[in-house]
């Protein structure tokens, strides 16, 4: 069974950055695009590890700090590269609270 | 101040150079009889280059003033993360010297210019450690609540 976690309010995220959150054991990188569209995803990259919340966030687009990997956030599919990397589905409330939605555990 | 890609400086007191000036971004050795050389574009980490020698000068303001108009060259035509050593190459070191000595293209006003202008805008990024930029600046992790434990 899916569970679900509350962010806070979106505001918390500055525009075209991510932070990571800790839901329940699970880690989530969530982002706020500069266009302020909200993206889930896991924290760190398939490739060597690299913190993803700390990556550069561009037109619905994530690029990995360290070795410059570039992620679709909706699909969590890799850009030129078979790696891809998990996506979860966050709600904003008109308050803008934020509610991430994980998997079952 | 924002650049395409690190800089490295260096400055070394007579021709010894013991601080290496000639394989930094941008180096000055002064040479004696109040002269200073000028490099740029060097580099001495996994990729090794030596400087190119942009001029001469007679003083250390013209030192400051060269080389800060060679560093906003750089900052306005240098691709995304180039360093120098591979920017001085690409555009070669006559058109750079031609454009930021020689003023070949009548550009040297409005680099200097520019350059003052960004260094008057620089803040030291420090202060951010006391009054955060943005909310969660320093934040590694942001605890979420279960909504089921609610």
Known sequence: ?105 | MDSPGKLKLATAGCPRNCSEALVKDVGAVAVGEGKWEIYVGGAAGSHIRKGDLLTVVDSHDEVLKVSGRFIQYYRENAKYKERTYTFVERVGIAKIKAIVVDDSEGLCAALDKALDESAAATRDVWLERDTPKTENQFRTEIFATDEAAQ
């Open chain 1, 1 to 105: 069974m899916s569970r679900k976690y509350k962010l806070g309010l979106a505001s918390q995220i500055p525009a075209g950055e991510g932070r990571t959150f800790k839901a329940g054991e699970t880690e989530v990188a969530v982002f706020r695009t500069r266009n302020d569209e909200i993206f889930a995803t896991q924290t760190k990259c398939p490739h060597k590890g690299g913190p993803l919340a700390d990556g550069l966030v561009g037109n619905k687009h994530l690029i990995c700090p360290l070795h410059e990997l570039r992620f679709d956030l909706t699909t969590g599919q890799a850009i030129g590269s078979d790696a891809c990397i998990t996506v979860y589905s966050v709600v904003r409330e008109a308050t803008g609270e934020l509610t991430v939605e994980l998997p079952g555990d």
